[in-house]
RNA sequence: GCCGAUGUAGCUCAGUUGGUCAGAGCAGCUGAUUUGUAAUCUGCAGGUCGGGGGUUCGAAUCCCUUCAUCGGCUCCA
């Protein structure tokens, strides 16, 4: 017998070599029915597997992320056996689990390719083997033998992957006639698998490198009832509606012209107003936290970009040089603007008691990204960076930097960014040649980021390899509609320009030090940050950053003057941007779209209304009664200090 | 850049196997109406069917090419 210690501390005793099936069985039938994986011992493994000695259990439903992870592997082993019986002599990749679903990399092989049309195929074949509720079922093998299957199978993908896993760790699930390479755990049987949908194809190179040949990855998504299935199809449609991308067009915020170029964003009047209220929050906040604003140009000199590395590093790959008239004159469109800003540092003689000098600039560049790349306002060739350096005495630099989280947490915290996480992107330890300057200053750099964090309690996750070239970083990372991850603020320390751009600042002993750089930037860019927020609030801003805070309505033409006036006091009072009048289309029903959006409707005329006064409601919270218009404007002031307010 | 898909009026879309197939709704403009938040009535105007080339007696429809967009991959200073 084994003793079997259950999460609430309870102990039960089972007959050596029950399964956690079985056990759950033994609870309840119903249990057995909603769980998919369990923790033995803190190992996840399948449900399947005896329990041979006493353990601690944890059985996992559907809402624990083992539970799902399960699922979805089995899944896509269960699209891959569909695959299989469609496409014979099909070889496969690798199927994970993601975190919404899963996918499979596969090769048709000689010259076959599967096409959109084929899904619905692949689907109904899934759905048919899932209905034979086959067991599925774990052998451990040799590396021998495992070679040997897959050699035969002619799969040189398993092949490549066998080779480099240790004999003696390497197991092979089969279910019906198919068989994979896989770690697990997975389910007992696909039958579990009752509701699915493959999504979508997509190209994959073979282990991700560019190099490799480019596999095709099918992507699909299971789930326990249809009615889950049905409801997160729905939350897709959802989230489709909040695309930035539509939203910007259906509210005219933004456009793109292929005349223009692609991937250069068009600001249109009322998504440039939202840019400018962004812009002026932030100018004011940086002033109290006593940066200077700094103003460089849109290119510079090519040698600039030699002294920065930044040529060497992406030179070939950016926009080529701008060539002059004059002989061997070239410029480039600034990809980022800290080397000016280090020449602004250089500029002046520095004492160590001006330090931290803190220089801000909201700086527009330009990058060559792949075309493939652009994707609406997240992912641009040219945007806006609230982009700022904070140079320091070495012994500043945690503080500086624990100030810099807190001023990216205010900022979000205004926003009601609350959904984020903080990603410590160090410098990839196997690929140390994609980096510039010493392993000294990097361990340093490294370190002071980690304590800092540490020293803030900011929960993050650390990630290998994400680092910029020239030093690692903190990175604040929001998701969109769809669940896509992007960069916002993003603090980074940096000991190598420094030393490129020879910058020194008088210590207390009378001798030249060289300062350290921070590199920080809290919105990351315009462009981004406004596509996040357009999707966090569906395109209902926050009053103090709503493009438009108010519409006019007169009920008939008698009341046009009035309007007219009103829209005038409005206009003037340096509060509401952009009224909205509507005079003009009196008799017609207002059915805008983007006029539920608007948070303030004046209506005037009302018959209850006495002269000089207009009828306020506010979206969504009904009558404000009537008001004298300094009345309203006041209002709006004290709502937007309470927006504004931390 | 790579894999797959898409491109018809300002927007959302119809257009059957190539032969009155250049259409509808909304938006716009005309008149009428005056009713307070997703839809009042009338009339009008809007498109070389992304661009270019080809096949054909005939192309929105088939082929090639190019531009752009979408879903991913790679990349992301």
Sequence with gaps: ????????????????????????????????????????????????????????????????????HAFWHSSAHLMAEALESLYPGIKFGIGPAI?????????????????????????????????????????????????EFYKAKGDEYKTELINELEDGTITLYSQGDFTDLCRGPHLPSTGPIKAIKVLSLAGAYWRGNEKNKMLTRVYGI????????DDYLVLL????????????????????????????????????EI???????????????????????????????????????????????????????QFMLKPMNCPHHCEIYNATPHSYKDLPFRMAEFGTVYRYEQSGELHGLTRVRSFTQDDAHHFCRPDQLREEFKSIIDLVLYVFKILNFNDFTAQISLRDPDDKEKYIGSDENWEKAEQDIIVAAREKNLETIVVPGEAAFYGPKLDFIVKDAIGRKWQLGTIQVDY????????????????????????RAIFGSLERFVAVLIENTAGKFPLWLAPEKAVILPISEKFNDYALNVLETLNNSDICTLIDDRSEKIGKKIRDNELKRIPYLLIIGEKETA?????????????RGSMKIQEFIDLIRSEISKELEY
């Design 99 to 147: 975190e919404n679903g899963f996918y499979y990399d596969v090769d048709p092989g000689d010259g076959r390719v599967i096409v959109e049309d084929d899904l619905r195929k692949i689907e109904d074949r899934m759905k048919e083997l899932a209905t034979k509720n086959q067991p599925i079922i774990r052998k451990e093998v040799s590396k021998k033998e495992a070679i």
């Design 496 to 519: 190598n320009l420094p030393e490129r751009f020879d910058l020194t600042y008088n210590g207390s002993d009378n001798q030249k030090h060289r300062p350290v750089m921070i590199h």
């Design 611 to 623: 002269d000089n006064t207009i009828s306020v409601r506010k979206q969504g919270e009904g009558d």
């Design 222 to 229: 299971s789930f326990p009832k249809k009615k889950m299935l």
């Design 275 to 329: 840019r400018q209220n962004l812009i002026n929050f932030l100018t004011g906040v940086l002033h109290k936290k006593g940066y200077k604003m700094v103003t460089t140009p849109h290119i510079g000199n090519v040698n600039l970009y030699k002294t920065s590395g930044h040529f060497e590093k992406y030179g070939q790959d950016s926009f080529r040089p701008i060539s002059t008239p004059q002989e061997g004159e």
């Design 1 to 68: 017998m084994i003793r079997i210690t259950f999460p609430d501390g309870s102990v039960k005793t089972y007959r050596n070599g029950i399964t956690s099936l079985e056990i759950a069985e033994e609870i309840s039938p119903k249990l057995a029915g909603e769980v998919y994986a369990a923790t033995v011992n803190g190992v996840v493994v399948d449900l399947s597997r005896p329990v041979t000695a006493d353990a601690t259990l944890k059985l996992h439903k559907w809402e624990d992320e083992p539970a799902r």
């Design 237 to 272: 449609e959802e989230a489709k509606k909040r695309d930035h991308r539509r939203i910007g067009k259906e509210l005219e915020l933004f456009t793109f012209s292929p005349k223009v170029g692609m991937g250069l964003p068009l600001w249109q009047p009322k998504g440039s």
